[in-house]
């Protein structure tokens, strides 16, 4: 019930649980101080009393001299002493500490055993006493004057024994805040830390999540109920993913004009060639429509046909190629249809490089699931790589087959170039990791991210004799179908 | 050359990976009155330049096994009156310059018009009958 009123900031939070702590702490330092001061006018109670001794010792003392010469001067000193002792424990004197002990029983015995010890001093002091008379009397005093130091003597102990007790009290009280609030306190911190780091875990997880790309961004509404502070930073997360992931698209935009840029000759020579032929073929139609029998008009105007077919498919393929596209299409993509898509849209660019191809594509299809115009991204990549690492002549092998036992389609792009040193080979997917003039080293740190974000692997093997091997592994479609 | 002809029989080699171009280049310049042979393959083309050699030669610069350049120099080896005439689909300033420095007679862009061709391949014969008269 009382969480229905926390507060929703974790600022809010500290200050409630430092004002929780600094009130207990504060009531532990007023129970502190209060046993201080009362500790303190316990000792000047136990000062009043040494007083007290040390007067009644200074009224023995006369009396003792007394005694001895019968010097009535020291009883008339001993009397105003007595007089002065009377005052404290009577509480008449200023000493508060005294006061509460005047009511007590014993207090007042040892007035009256002051009035008797005084008594008998007046007496004394008065004239007229015969030597047995006054011998008695002095006996007297001595017994008296004994049994008011005892008197006091005994109020002493027992006023020691009263702050004694009272300490033991503060001590206790001392020990049973202590044993209070440290759980308390450990309670305390438990509760806060879980508040603070609930939200805060809760933010870690969903990143993990994102990461593995279960998610796409980190969803804020559980939390900001609870942490106004941890709604903001994945407020602020977020965007961060939305930027990082406009950047990669960028990215791999950039990329995809790079490549398209190294095919343009080859592109325009390609769509000359059916340009040239319809043009040709079109002119010869003209020229000498005629003199030619229906046959050769007919298999003319095909050739017409399938010229700008030929044409409308190259026109298609660099269309399919540069378009960006949402990284989210993904569709069912037979791997042979993509790569023998991917040869066409490089085929000129093959025959430039002068290299020879081997292809060994499977004759089932090898369905997996994807974004095509990436997937073909990659490819192209590859395919360019192994193109210009030849320069001139070479083979270019393509190969297709399905992991035995696995469910995974693996497609293995080869070159007899020369290959990729050790040294190298650690950071060819790194962006803008290049070994060439005019390369910019974004081709294989592209295709690596694609490739992971069709939870596939691509790796790289490369003979100490040259040649090198580009090897791309892709989940096959009916294996994510049961995992789903 | 022995040619039963009279001398104006000229012979014309095509040579282009495009098959059409062949077909149509021969149609056309059959009928013109040349001895036209097409290849899309430079490699047998050129064996077949070195058995009986021929006057104009029209090659696709970019071709697989050897490119068009090559083929000027062979043919400029084997016969140095022949008349090379270049036709490419990706045309470079630098490659067009190179050729020019070569010898080559023309160099022409993909899509081109049977005109352009035409006059160029008329030019290339009236060049090669009169050399072959003053001689
Ligand atoms: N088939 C290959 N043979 C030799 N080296 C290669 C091959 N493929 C890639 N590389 C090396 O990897 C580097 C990075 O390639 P990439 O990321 O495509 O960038 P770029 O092609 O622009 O240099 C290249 O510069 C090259 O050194
Ligand atoms: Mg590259």
């Known amino acids: 019930m009382s969480l229905l009123f926390l507060p929703r900031t974790i600022y809010g939070k500290l200050i409630l649980s430092f004002s929780a702590i600094f009130v207990l702490s504060g009531f532990a330092a007023l129970a502190a101080i209060y046993s201080l001061y009362s500790v303190e006018g316990k000792i000047g109670l136990i000062e009043s009393f040494y007083g007290i001794s040390q007067k009644i010792l200074e009224v023995r003392s006369y009396e003792k001299n007394f005694l001895l010469y019968e010097n009535r001067d020291e009883l008339v000193s001993a009397m105003d002493k007595l007089e002065d002792v009377r005052a404290i424990i009577s509480g008449r004197s200023s000493q508060d500490a005294i006061n509460h002990f005047v009511d007590r029983g014993d207090t007042k015995l040892c007035l009256t055993e002051l009035d008797t010890y005084s008594g008998l001093m007046r007496q004394l002091t008065g004239p007229g006493y015969d030597k047995d008379g006054m011998n008695n009397l002095k006996v007297k005093l001595r017994e008296a004057g004994h049994a008011f130091m005892n008197c006091t003597m005994g109020l002493d102990s027992a006023a020691k024994e009263h702050i004694a007790k009272d300490v033991r009290r503060y001590k206790a009280v001392a020990f049973v805040l202590v044993i209070l609030i440290l759980p308390m306190c450990a309670f305390m911190g438990i509760i806060l830390a879980n508040w603070i780091m609930t939200p805060l875990r809760n933010i870690r997880r969903s990143v993990a999540q994102v990461m593995k790309g279960d998610i796409s961004s980190i969803p804020v509404e559980s939390t900001k109920k609870i942490c106004v502070e941890c709604a903001e930073l994945i407020d602020a997360l977020n965007k961060m993913l939305q930027t990082i992931s406009d950047k990669h698209q960028q990215f791999m935009q950039t990329e995809k004009l790079v490549a398209l840029g190294k095919v343009t000759a080859g592109i325009a020579h390609e769509i000359n060639n059916p340009l040239n032929n319809i043009s040709l073929t079109a002119e010869m139609l003209m020229e000498d429509l005629s003199g030619m029998d229906c046959d050769e008009r007919r298999s003319m105007i095909r050739d017409i046909v399938v010229q700008v077919d030929r044409a409308r498919e190259i026109v298609r393929n660099l269309l399919d190629f540069s378009r960006p596209r949402k990284p989210s299409v993904w569709v069912k993509v037979d791997l042979r249809d993509l790569l023998n898509n991917t040869l066409a849209f490089l085929k000129n660019q093959v025959r430039l490089s002068g290299a020879d191809i081997k292809i060994d594509i499977p004759e089932t299809p090898v369905i997996t699931m994807g974004n095509p115009s990436q997937l073909q991204q990659v490819f192209v990549n590859i395919i360019l790589n192994a193109l210009q690492a030849m320069d001139g002549s070479g083979a270019l092998g393509l190969k297709v087959f399905l992991r035995a036992g696995e ?50 692997d691509i790796s790289v093997s490369s003979g100490p004799g040259g040649g090198t091997t580009f090897r791309v592994e892709l989940p096959l479609w009916y294996e994510l179908d049961r995992h789903e | 050359m022995s040619d039963d002809n009279g001398g104006s029989h000229l012979r014309l080699l095509v040579i282009d990976d495009e098959p059409i171009v ?18 899309t393959n430079p490699v047998p083309a050129m064996e077949a330049m070195e058995r009986c050699p021929f006057d104009i030669v029209v090659t696709d610069l970019k071709m697989n096994g050897m490119n068009g350049m090559e083929v000027l120099k062979r043919v400029k080896d084997i016969n140095p009156e022949a008349k090379v005439v270049i036709i490419t689909g990706y045309a470079q300033l630098d490659t067009a310059s190179e050729a020019f420095r070569r010898g080559v007679f023309d160099f022409i862009a993909k899509p081109f018009r049977l005109d352009e061709l035409k006059r160029v391949i008329v030019k290339a014969m009236s060049g090669t009958l009169l050399a072959r008269r003053q001689k």
């Open chain 2, 22 to 39: 062949g077909k149509r280049l021969k149609q056309l310049f059959t009928k013109m009155g040349l001895g036209v042979e097409t290849f």
């Open chain 1, 407 to 456: 469910d995974r389609a693996v497609v293995e792009i080869s070159d007899t170039g020369p290959g990729i040193p050790p040294e190298v080979r650690e950071h060819i997917f790194e962006p803008f990791f290049t070994t060439k003039s005019d390369g910019t080293g974004l081709g294989l740190s592209v295709s690596y991210g694609i490739i992971k974000e069709h939870k596939g």
